[in-house]
T-cell receptor, first 113, second 113 residues
Framework: KAGVTQTPRYLIKTRGQQVTLSCSPI?????VSWYQQTPGQGLQFLFE???????NKGNFPGRFSGRQFSNSRSEMNVSTLELGDSALYLC????????????FGSGTQLSVL | GENVEQHPSTLSVQEGDSAVIKCTYS??????FPWYKQELGKRPQLIID?????GEKKDQRIAVTLNKTAKHFSLHITETQPEDSAVYFC????????????FGAGTRLAVHP
């Protein structure tokens, strides 16, 4: 089985722009979660989607949003980018049951200039 | 709020020694505790996990122990090898599940030949 795939691998944006990141889960996995990883804050939960519905959301501003499609693929969007949004954005997929094993993608490294 | 503390932040051992990383969680309803290994520039990979109905779990050179009363859990690596060098993250699933993990800050393990 192919692993979790995230595109693009790298992104460079400037302040004020918006960005969309994509995640394709492992085949058969219906839950997709997003995490932000920074050297200072570690891994922080952004949100989780299952069957096109957001089931849980972390403590991030409304500029961070996401969605999931019927084929379980997910996108996250960050609007009005700030310098502090520079981070590695990781997507993880799992089977539908809560607290199942999470499998991470390689992430999208976002740099905001 | 939800919190996971992880210690130590860095750990240096000689090849063949044992390494122990400890985590403490705040949410007494947490019931799932995975450990992830992240090598430089790579995705976090699940190495072992434990659920709250089990006190200890082993997988070859890796073991995890859980003390629900004290709300802490530990990772034990025996007979360390240079390829064990990486950042290790503990995590706890918050009450309510939905695949939301709260991560510790990470431990950078260096195994010297």
């Amino acid at each position: 089985k192919a692993g979790v795939t995230q595109t693009p691998r790298y992104l460079i944006k400037t302040r004020g722009q918006q960005v969309t990141l994509s995640c394709s889960p492992i085949s058969g996995h219906r839950s997709v979660s997003w995490y932000q990883q920074t050297p200072g804050q570690g891994l922080q939960f952004l949100f989780e989607y299952f069957s096109e519905t957001q089931r849980n959301k972390g403590n991030f501003p409304g500029r961070f949003s996401g969605r999931q499609f019927s084929n379980s693929r997910s996108e996250m969007n960050v609007s009005t980018l700030e310098l502090g949004d520079s981070a590695l954005y990781l997507c993880a997929s799992s089977l539908q049951e809560p607290n199942e094993k999470l499998f991470f993608g390689s992430g999208t490294q976002l740099s905001v200039l | 709020g939800e919190n996971v503390e992880q210690h130590p932040s860095t750990l240096s051992v000689q090849e063949g020694d044992s390494a122990v990383i400890k985590c403490t969680y705040s949410d007494s309803a947490s019931n799932y505790f995975p450990w992830y290994k992240q090598e430089l520039g790579k995705r976090p990979q699940l190495i072992i996990d434990i659920r709250s109905n089990v006190g200890e779990k082993k997988d070859q050179r890796i073991a995890v122990t859980l003390n629900k009363t004290a709300k802490h859990f530990s990772l034990h690596i025996t007979e360390t090898q240079p390829e064990d060098s990486a950042v290790y993250f503990c995590a706890a699933a918050t009450s309510g599940g939905y695949n939301k993990l709260i991560f510790g800050a990470g431990t950078r393990l260096a195994v010297h030949p």
